[in-house]
Nanobody
Framework: QVQLAESGGGLVQAGGSLRLSCAAAGRPFSRYPMGWFRQAPGKEREFVAAVSFSGGSTSYTDSVKGRFTISRDNAKNTVYLQMSSLKPEDTAVYYC?????????????????????WGQGTQVTVPS
């Protein structure tokens, strides 16, 4: 079992910044590729960013490239999503996810069905 808990969401004005954190408990966090996804009202959950378990490989959806940065601190069992230049279209519930099987040191994953464990989510609101 892996327990994931997101934090750091909130209301921020357009152009502002937030840092989301995802704390992991349970099985060895440092071995797992991690991802961030988001879901806006009435829309499907979508990929935002992913990182390999070593932290050396990352991927971003096009709409956040250059604005968001995913990172991890394996000693703290935490993965981060630094978000800057936020836009109203970034408004969503943000989820972190862990993949615990069948991966390589440099693998990252971008589909929801590629992850085994999910957090409860944290709300990010950017008013228009």
């Amino acid at each position: 079992q892996v327990q994931l808990a997101e934090s750091g969401g909130g209301l921020v004005q357009a152009g502002g910044s937030l840092r989301l954190s995802c704390a992991a408990a349970g099985r060895p966090f440092s071995r797992y590729p991690m991802g961030w996804f988001r879901q806006a009202p009435g829309k499907e959950r979508e990929f935002v960013a992913a990182v390999s378990f070593s932290g050396g490989s990352t991927s971003y959806t096009d709409s956040v490239k250059g604005r968001f940065t995913i990172s991890r601190d394996n000693a703290k069992n935490t993965v981060y999503l630094q978000m800057s230049s936020l836009k109203p279209e970034d408004t969503a519930v943000y989820y972190c996810a862990a993949r615990t099987t069948n991966y390589t040191p440099t693998s990252y994953y971008t589909r929801t069905n590629e992850y085994d464990y999910w957090g409860q989510g944290t709300q990010v609101t950017v008013p228009s």
